[in-house]
Each structure stands twice: as structure tokens, then as C-alpha cells.
């Protein structure tokens, strides 16, 4: 049970996105929002590092992003290497939609909901994560925190046991940090308990992301 709970868990903590940096699901990286969206292309690089109780090792993730203003479209693909085993693929994707805020408000709010699945040790995991996105965007202050509650649905299938469907509540927060020209830097942490379904002990399942992002924007429509 023990180890089922790290393959999960692993897969359910997530990647990468757009217009300024809004992610889906990729394992063993944060799940990363830009509540503000905004109109363009953009690309992104993360690397994550989930503790123990998530699986351990490392990840990393790209993704490619279109931006049309409030709604934003993520496709990602990365390679996740658990604790004590060999790196294996992992694809995840996502929508986002701007509801309040953008522009010259300070503030912004977004729905978000992905997709992001990996197989390991014979064992695949699909996540599905639904959630809300609050970003602050200070005048002239560079840093851009946000933060992101979400509740998360796992299945895991190719179990001896039969395959396990369940679900947890998860919160991310960080920090973009925008250069010029469309270059910037991101960061953030995300953190849930496992899922009694997956380890009747309910461990803290936390990964913490870093990467770059690069955003051409066009004038909106």
C-alpha cells in the first residue's frame, strides 16, 4: 500500500503553461495558475522535486501554451524519475478561464481543470485537478504571487488488487517573476495528504517547482 500511495501520489502533483505562465498536471511538479491569462503563444521548462511521501526524485516538464485572452490552452509532456527506480514519461494538459480581473486590476480570478497521467512499474496513474486561482499583480512590484486551492481526482489502475479510484484536497501557491522582452522565472509549492484510499496514514504529499517561461503576447482581438 505503501508504495502504491508513493506511484500516485507522484502523479498527482503536476506542470507548465502560457501567456504568462498558467499549468496543468505534469508528476512531480507543482501545479502552477496564472489566474490573469492574457492573449499569445508561450513556452516553459519546470523542475520539480517531490518529497518521500510523494514518490521522491525528480521532474522534469515542458509545455507549450495558447493564450486567447481569458481562456488559456496547456499541453505538457515530462519525465519523472521515482525514488529508487528509472525515469518514466508523463503527460498532462489543461484549460484555464480568467472569471474576474486582468488588465490594470491588481487582481485576478480563474478557473482551472487538467489532466495528467503516468505509467510506472506496470502501475498508471490519471489525475484530474479542479480548481480556483487568485493572483495579485502589485504596480510596479515584479513579483506576481498566486495562489491555488483545488480538489484533485486519482485513479490507479493495474493493481493486483482491482483499480482505485480517489480524491483529496490540494493547494499550490508561488511567485512569477517577469523580465523583459517576454522572459521570466516561476516558482511554486504544492501540497495535499495522500488519500486514505492510497495510505490509510494520510501522509503530506508536498513538491516544490522552479523554471522559466517565455510569452509572446499579441494585441487582443
Known sequence: ????????????VPLVGLATAARAQL????????????????????LGFPNDKAGGGTAYGVAGSLGTG???LTGLVGSRSFKGGSA????????ALRLFGGGFLPAAVAVQGGFGTIKAGGVRTSTIPV?????????LFPLKPWVAPRWE????????????????FRVSAGVNFNLLLGLGLHAAVDWGQVPAKLDASKPSALSIGVGAHFNFHLPLM
Open 1 to 12: 500500500m505503501r508504495r502504491i500511495s508513493k506511484l500516485t501520489i507522484a502523479a498527482a
Open 70 to 72: 481569458p481562456l488559456t
Open 131 to 139: 480548481g480556483l486561482g487568485v493572483s495579485f499583480d502589485p504596480p
Open 88 to 95: 518514466q514519461a508523463s503527460f498532462g494538459g489543461n484549460a
Open 153 to 168: 481526482f486519482t485513479r490507479v489502475s493495474g493493481l493486483t488488487g482491482g483499480t482505485v479510484n480517489a480524491s483529496s
Open 27 to 46: 508528476s512531480g511538479i507543482p501545479v502552477y495558475y496564472n489566474p490573469r491569462g492574457g492573449a499569445g503563444v508561450g513556452i516553459a521548462g519546470d
